[in-house]
């Protein structure tokens, strides 16, 4: 099956900018449907952001989209997300997922089979 780790996370200030991993096996790196989502205390999980690698299709939250990026890192079968221009409000565990199928509706968590064990990401003012 499956499996993905994702690292990266930290405390950073406001303003900032952190990378996250994840790290992908057990499926053709390519073929996999791969989202970030995050999750804060006392809140509903919370999708962030899209990849399908095969056919380089991206999405974004509307709460992210212009300050965070998804990309891809052949060689190491990982995707990344780039954070830039971090706020408060952005702080929580931070997961991927991913789907082997095809998706109907790829912001939704009941889409996704596998998932990460999480990193925390702290942005403080």
């Known amino acids: 099956q499956v499996h993905l780790v994702e690292s990266g996370g930290g405390s950073v200030q406001a303003g900032e900018s952190l990378t996250l991993s994840c790290v992908t096996t057990g499926y053709t790196f390519n073929r996999l449907r791969v989202s970030w989502w995050r999750q804060a205390p006392g809140k509903e999980r919370e999708w962030v952001a899209f990849?399908?690698?095969?056919?380089?299709?991206?999405d974004y939250a509307d709460s992210v989209s212009g300050r965070f990026a998804i990309t891809q890192d052949n060689a190491r079968n990982t995707v990344n997300l780039q954070m830039n221009y971090l706020r408060p409000e952005d702080s929580g565990v931070y997961y991927c997922?991913?789907?082997?199928?095809?998706?109907?509706?790829?912001?939704?968590?009941?889409?996704?089979?596998?998932w990460g064990q999480g990193t925390q990401v702290t942005v403080s003012s």
């Open positions: 990849r399908y690698n095969e056919a380089e299709s991206t």
């Open positions: 997922a991913a789907a082997t199928h095809m998706l109907s509706n790829w912001r939704s968590a009941r889409a996704y089979t596998y």
